[in-house]
């Protein structure tokens, strides 16, 4: 798609770094530098005023990665590249039939009203839910880990979904500050939100984080 679109040698383009390394990869292949920008804390996309501080005379595109099921704000984006004459590409996420969706749906706003003392993921249109991504609240990585564990001994599958930003693993290895990236990568939590699970799935889960809720200091 970069190729095609005349990126190569000598340009640089903007992508997320909270996600896998595909999407810089993609980048180095056609010879072109990738450059990361922050996201937005609500929505794990790029941040559009991020993006515009890292931009550059190299710069020729912009990749955008909706996350999660949560669209990135392409308007913005598309704002942003027709200001700076830059390609703006985005790359989306499988998201499964309409019923598949609706039951996510209908799982997620179950998620929304009973869980208690974790962040649940903010809504808004367009959110398929892929993935129910909530943020521990208290010392970030160490308490993650630790409320994940427990949540796992209690017999429900959760996952961390970043584990390490792009920019700190060693091939793409950058100075750069990407706060939110990493603070993101450091609190978030997947919990189980598939159309298959029951209701009673349902109340275990709430039962298992609600029980360890009090153990940390509720989310503002």
Known sequence: MLR??????????????FGNAEVAESVVLVGALPVFADIDPATYCLDTSAV??????RTAAVVAVHRFGRPADMARLHGVGQRHGLLVLEQGE?????????????R????????????????????TYQQYVVRVPGNGRPDRDAFARAVRERGIDCRVPVKTPVHRT???????????????ADETLALPVEASLTKRDMQRIVSACNALGGLL????
Do not use: N
């Open 4 to 17: 095609a679109a005349g990126v190569g040698v000598g340009d640089e383009v903007v992508v997320p770094a």
């Open 52 to 57: 515009e501080a890292a931009l550059t005379p």
């Open 94 to 106: 499988t998201d499964g039939s309409y019923d598949e969706i609706a039951r996510r749906r209908e």
């Open 108 to 127: 997620a706003a179950y998620l929304d009203g009973k869980l208690k003392g974790v962040r649940t993921p903010q809504g808004g249109d367009g959110h």
């Open 170 to 184: 060693p091939g793409f290895r950058r100075c750069v500050s990407l706060p939110e990236t990493e603070r993101a």
């Open 217 to 220: 200091q509720p989310a503002h």
